[in-house]
Nanobody, 125 residues
Framework: VQLQASGGGLVQAGDSLRLSCAAS????????LGWFRQAPGKEREFVAA????????YYSDSLKGRFTISRDNAKNTVYLQMNSLKFEDTAVYYC???????????????????WGQGTQVTVSS
């Protein structure tokens, strides 16, 4: 299984970015996909997830309204659209996949089976 995250970069506060994560080696349509992020000196934190069930979505409360997660099962890709970026959004962003077919969307690191390598997002103030 491979998850390849891309789309990070250096942007200014208020800009937008769309991250992509292309998956291979798994039955993508029955996996829940998530995004996490880790800022320097901080724990990795949950950002958003999209379920294998009807594309149900769940977001970190602090990010709801600015970030949107989506998936394209035909392309085995999950996206994270990030709008109105803030300096505090600076982090390495990781995509992850959970094949547990859970009813409740997983929001902790331990619930995910596979991880991508991360893509750096830097927001200048």
């Amino acid at each position: 299984v491979q998850l390849q995250a891309s789309g990070g970069g250096l942007v200014q506060a208020g800009d937008s970015l769309r991250l992509s994560c292309a998956a291979s080696g798994l039955a993508f349509s029955v996996y829940t996909l998530g995004w996490f992020r880790q800022a320097p000196g901080k724990e990795r934190e949950f950002v958003a997830a999209i379920s294998w069930i009807a594309g149900n979505r769940y977001y970190s409360d602090s990010l709801k309204g600015r970030f949107t997660i989506s998936r394209d099962n035909a392309k085995n890709t999950v996206y994270l659209q990030m709008n109105s970026l803030k300096f505090e959004d600076t982090a390495v962003y990781y995509c992850a996949a959970d094949g547990g077919r859970r009813t409740l969307i997983p929001r902790t690191r331990g619930e995910y089976d596979h991880w991508g390598q991360g893509t750096q997002v830097t927001v200048s103030s």
